[in-house]
């Protein structure tokens, strides 16, 4: 690690189209998410229907890493309560550990999930048999722990585990149909022998040397018991700024988590671009890496508006059924649901279909009647919502700049204002697009914030349920015949199929 003077670090465009030399298509704001929190995510939930890419996107993210065959350790989730515990030695070398698609939640493994979520280690009391004697074992906190859960299994609603979730920063994975044309052309070209991977061999290496750094630079910044300190810590001058511009709604409590969620991937940023990052001294004596404006820009390109529809609990197909209902003045079945949305060109299961409403039911967005069979509603809840999803980057550089020079010493102030706060610092690599940009005057990131803005607003703002005329109008061309939907088996014994 450097003071900034190396300037040798990969674009993160690099480093997105050497995750999808895996092969991978689609799916480029999970790669950059994953490949960048590996080093010290903490607790993250991939979850989406059953086969859509989730363990593949993270081996495409892994293989950013030299020697990624021995980063993660995949979980055996089929394994017995203590298993885990026998396998301790094993798990505490490798430093991601991927649970694949869970088929239930043992009693033993949300302990775990907890703990490590908090940044604990794990401990337990087993039977040594080559000892005779019981002895204590430890699985010590990974820097990532990565949670994969199939949507349409019906053993495991990850709102039944709201502990578990509100420790963890949850991606979804791409179910839709375009995702899936995109996979079987992309397979067609492995094939016929026709893909041709965008970064070269010696480029690649150069890549992975340099994201197998990052991981050793997070050692500093990372602790494995609750009594350690971490040799370093972050600071970011730019927080108030941007915590100002309220690009993360703050109407349900969860928004407090996602606001310390999207600081944490700022910090996974800056710890990525460690080689050009300043590390200092506070008067305290505490040593930090200073988040710059542009890593700033690079959370929010990468991951603000999962936090946005988060902020909002607005996940998955929810927004597709929320809008359904909202333009409809009667209550549906889940069946009934879902056909209407297939026949609008959504790929969703009835599970799917029921998930996203039990998520919204909680939330005030719909209501459930209680017939039989069950029905569902749009509620008026949530037209009165206002949010504003712009950010002032120029605001932000300067609040930068003000807090900086406001707690270092004016020679450290002035290195970090020149470095990373100049009109020069502000030109920067698209990472997911690869053009080269002015963060201060390029609009692409208001226009996707403002297009996810606009999408919630339209759902929200729709009146209850349009008018008349275009309600007759709409009934006529797609009716869907009513299909009674069953009642939930009271043992919530019904399992879905599940593919890795």
């Not at 299994?153 to 963890?168: G, M, P, Q």
């Not at 179910?175 to 061999?201: C, H």
């Not at 949305?341 to 599970?351: A, E, M, S």
């Not at 609009?443 to 297009?451: A, N, R, V, Y």
Request: glycine residues 4%; negative net charge; hydrophobic residues 35%.
């Amino acid at each position: 690690m450097s003071d900034g003077e190396t300037s040798a670090v990969p674009s993160l465009y690099e480093v997105l189209q050497l995750a999808k030399d895996y092969p991978t298509a689609g799916e480029e704001h999970n790669l950059l998410t994953l490949a960048l929190a590996m080093p010290m995510g903490g607790l993250i939930i991939f979850d989406g229907p059953s086969s859509s890419g989730k363990t593949h996107s993270v081996n495409s993210a892994s293989s950013t890493f030299t020697n990624h065959e021995n980063l993660v350790y995949t979980v055996p989730t089929t394994a017995s309560e203590t298993a885990l515990y026998y396998e301790f030695d094993k798990m505490n070398q490798r430093p991601v550990h991927n649970w694949g698609d869970l088929a239930s939640m043992e009693k033993t493994w949300e302990p775990i999930l907890k703990d490590h979520g908090d940044g604990r280690p794990s401990n337990r009391k087993v039977t040594d048999v080559t000892l005779g004697e019981v002895v204590d074992k430890t699985i010590d906190p990974p820097a990532t722990l990565i949670l994969q859960i199939a949507t349409d299994n019906e053993d495991i609603n990850l709102n039944d585990y709201a502990e578990i979730k509100n420790r963890a920063l949850i991606l979804t994975s791409d179910g839709s149909r375009e995702q899936t044309e995109a996979v079987m052309a992309l397979q067609a070209a492995v094939e016929a022998r026709t893909f041709t991977p965008s970064v070269g061999e010696e480029r690649a290496a150069q890549i992975r040397e340099y994201m197998t750094g990052v991981f050793e630079t997070a050692e500093i910044f990372r602790t494995r018991r609750e009594s350690e300190k971490p040799m370093a810590t972050f600071w970011n001058p730019a927080a108030e700024a941007i915590a100002e511009a309220e690009v993360i709604p703050p109407m349900f409590n969860e928004a407090r988590r996602d606001n310390q969620r999207l600081f944490k991937f700022m910090r996974a940023v800056a710890l990525y671009h460690h080689a050009e990052r300043l590390m200092t001294f506070l008067e305290d004596g505490e040593r930090v890496m200073i988040v710059t404006p542009v890593d700033c820009w690079y959370a929010m390109v990468i991951f603000g508006e999962k936090m946005l529809r988060s902020a909002l609990n607005l996940r998955g197909h929810d927004i597709e059924v929320l809008s359904l209902l909202r333009e409809k003045p009667s209550s549906y079945t889940v069946a009934e649901i879902q056909q209407m949305l297939i026949q609008g060109g959504h790929n969703v299961t009835d599970r799917d279909v029921r998930r996203s409403l039990e998520n919204m039911f909680t939330k005030g967005y719909v209501i459930r009647h209680d017939d039989s069979p069950i029905t569902w509603q749009a509620s008026p809840m949530a037209s009165y919502m206002d949010y504003k999803s712009k950010i002032d980057w120029e605001g932000v550089v300067e609040k930068a700049a003000e807090t900086v020079r406001a707690n270092l010493p004016a020679e450290q102030a002035e290195k970090y204002v020149e470095r990373y706060c100049s009109p020069e610092a502000m030109i920067v690599q698209h990472p997911i697009t690869g053009e080269t940009v002015n963060i201060l005057e390029d609009t692409s990131l208001d226009e996707e914030l403002s297009e996810a803005e606009d999408e919630l607003k339209e759902v929200l703002s729709t009146p209850l349920y349009k008018s008349a005329d275009d309600t007759d109008t709409d009934e006529a061309e797609s009716e869907v015949e009513a299909t009674p939907e069953p009642e939930p088996e009271a043992d919530g014994s019904t399992q879905g199929t599940l593919t890795r």
